[in-house]
T-cell receptor, first 113, second 112 residues
Framework: SQQGEEDPQALSIQEGENATMNCSYK?????LQWYRQNSGRGLVHLIL?????REKHSGRLRVTLDTSKKSSSLLITASRAADTASYFC?????????????FGTGTRLTIIP | DTAVSQTPKYLVTQMGNDKSIKCEQN?????MYWYKQDSKKFLKIMFS???????INETVPNRFSPKSPDKAHLNLHINSLELGDSAVYFC???????????FGPGTRLTVL
């Protein structure tokens, strides 16, 4: 079974609005990361949040982590057309130091100009 | 400068053939990975190498053989290609096998 599952699977919003994506996972983790993938491209790292952190910011991005609920959310504020992409959460639940990321199913975000 | 590069970008081949995908990173990272992304965009790790040593080997058919000649390169050789191998293969790298991973542009493999 997949470790991470994003919700919603697809999201369309008007430019300027905020976009929120959620990620749920099943096991204890060391860290959780969010990546963006533009169509036909590789993934780009956005932000990493450790298991002992609850919130992190990077520019227009805000990530929260609730380990008791095994969930994370990614908020993109003041969305732009360039934010159109798929967004993936990835969890590291490795035991022996070498990170092994398990990716979620992704949220397809479309920003309508 | 390209950080993680892969060649070729597209690969179309017949069932039963053998093919290779090359990956190089110029970031000075010591850990490299291969991922497979299927048609539903689900991304799954296949292998990881740290300083040329195999660290992660998921349940991948042994038709897939990674080779790391040095820590900047991780190639993927696939024998006896099958229809189900059609996917996009991504190479990635990280520093000390932890944290942010840098992905290559992907190689779209189509097996006919």
């Amino acid at each position: 079974s997949q470790q991470g599952e994003e919700d919603p699977q697809a999201l369309s919003i008007q430019e300027g609005e905020n976009a929120t994506m959620n990620c749920s996972y099943k096991t204890s983790i060391n860290n959780l990361q969010w990546y963006r993938q533009n169509s036909g491209r590789g993934l780009v790292h956005l932000i990493l949040i450790r298991s002992n952190e609850r919130e992190k910011h990077s520019g227009r991005l805000r990530v929260t982590l609730d380990t008791s609920k095994k969930s994370s959310s990614l908020l993109i504020t003041a969305s732009r057309a360039a934010d159109t992409a798929s967004y993936f959460c990835a969890t590291d639940a490795s035991n022996f130091g070498n990170e092994k990321l398990t990716f979620g199913t992704g949220t397809r975000l479309t920003i309508i100009p | 400068d390209t950080a993680v590069s892969q060649t070729p970008k597209y690969l179309v081949t017949q069932m039963g053939n053998d093919k290779s995908i090359k990956c190089e990173q110029n970031l000075g990272h010591d850990t490299m990975y291969w991922y497979k992304q299927d048609s539903k965009k689900f991304l799954k790790i296949m292998f990881s190498y740290n300083n040329k040593e195999l660290i992660i080997n998921e349940t991948v058919p042994n038709r897939f053989s990674p080779k790391s000649p040095d820590k900047a390169h991780l190639n993927l050789h696939i024998n006896s290609l099958e229809l189900g191998d059609s996917a996009v293969y991504f190479c990635a790298s990280s520093f000390r096998g932890w944290g942010e991973q840098f992905f290559g542009p992907g190689t779209r493999l189509t097996v006919l």
